[in-house]
């Protein structure tokens, strides 16, 4: 059985196709010979799409542009003029800082939803992934339910058990879409106001929202990644030293097709003497910190809880003192311990003055203050749902740290699926993914994580500084947001103002929203997004 699903275009589509694709039967490939704009527009349209990009490019895209002058392009044919100069600048010199300079759009499709965690892991590279709540997962792929089959597992003694209970995973989550949408129907009917295809995006939003738990780590998704050289070097280093067979494998192809836009900025990934060290000095340390933290730590198993856990482990007392402190500093001529020793002085109105003018008339939340906010920071431990800590950990200014995926925290099931009667179906989803993770726990302890479902909690550490707490906490509470990961950042700022004392930052953070969970959380921002698009028309 293959793992991966191959496309099929005609010979007309495939001549377009191969002027811009670096391959058109791998999952992994680079963009090449586009507009910046169209690479963007393409990446964006994707997260919202079932489509792969190649077909996306074709249905959406290719009809807007002038490829007659692209009709001798061959995507995979290189630039051996521009490769002998970097050559000798980047590998020769080893100026890192050159391959700062290329960067490079990469597609990597029919990723589990274990890899996609790997692949988002880099500060400097961004990233677009296909959305568990604009598409839905009772469409199949090649005639398959779209979640990975990893060879280990299927040509062991597990494998028929695994796709068995993979399918009837699918097969509930996918019976139970058409029921949530009834629900939502009946909870919140379309008012005469409401744009009829606003409403059906709002409530199908919602829907798969709500039982986007259901799916298990091994779901397919589609990432889009754009990145520099240097960027990807360090990706590739890291999934090359990784336990999971499946990066290990992407690895190869992400190397293959990079090496065919930026050959030169990746020419150390697999050298003995080179990459291939560093990636062993990677696994060696995973490995030395497995045994020093089995030795000290031992083997205890966490109790299930009835609830998230958002945790203020760290912060600094003294933050906001730190934070007024380096809001002065560029604007006077004095010491930094000089204006310390004034701001101590000052009481907590003036500091506050201090903060309010240096926040200013904030009219949105897309106004953001300047990098004083960066001067203390916040350290939570926090224990989730899988489902919204994928959400959080794609914030990339920020250090994040997770702990293996296991079904051993128990589960969230959400109160929409209570409310529509749905708990008994959901639950036996939830033992069925248990018993299979179980299973192949002790043979296949990698692995094991694609049999978890999203619903089920892990534990991760989170720390950022009061900037990037304003940016993610008024993002990830407003009323569109999905209710997991929208309740862990309520949390967090409730403890940033009451248990870090830090009052007058958290006020600075005014956008962010403390509401309760609307019905359709989409609805208004679907009804912008058909206005604008009414305005765009007329």
Known sequence: MTVYIAEEFTASEADVLRRYFTNLDQPVFALVNLPEVVKGALFARYSRSPLS??????????????????????????LRRAEELYDKV???????????????????????????????????????????????????????????????????????????????????????????QEFFRSVQPIASTDSDFAYRTAIKARSLDAIRGMLPAASLSNVGIYGTGQAYEALLLRMRSHPLPEARIYADMMLSELRKVVPSFLKRVDLPDRGVRTSQYLTDIRESMDETSETILGSHQPDEVDDDIVDLVDFDPDGEIKTVTAMLYPHSSISERAIIDRVERMNSDERLEVILNYVGHREHRRQRPGRALERTFYRFDILSDYGGFRDLQRHRMLSIDWQPLSTRHGYVRPEAVEAAGLSDQFDSAMQRSADLYEHLAEEHPAEAQYSVALAYRIRYSMQYNAREAMHMLELRTSPQGHPAYRRICQRMHTQIAERAGHTALAAAMRFVDHGPEPTLGRLDAEQRAAARRADRGS
Not at 67 to 77: F, K, L, M, W
Not at 164 to 172: H, K, N, P, T, V
């Open 53 to 78: 990009l190649r077909r996306l490019f074709l249905k959406e895209f290719v009809g807007d542009l002038d490829i007659e002058g692209d009709q001798s392009i061959d995507a995979t044919v290189g």
């Open 90 to 180: 980047f590998f020769e010199y080893g100026d890192d800082s050159v391959a700062q300079l290329g960067g490079v759009h990469l597609a990597c499709e029919q990723a589990s939803n274990v890899l996609t965690k790997v692949l988002e892991w880099g500060r400097l590279m961004s990233y677009l992934e296909q959305s568990t709540r604009y598409i839905a997962y009772d469409q199949r792929l090649g005639g398959r339910f779209r979640y990975y089959r990893d060879p280990e597992i299927l040509n062991s003694s597990s494998g028929t058990r695994y796709v068995s209970d993979m399918d009837r995973i699918f097969e509930a989550y996918s019976s139970l879409i058409p029921q949530m």
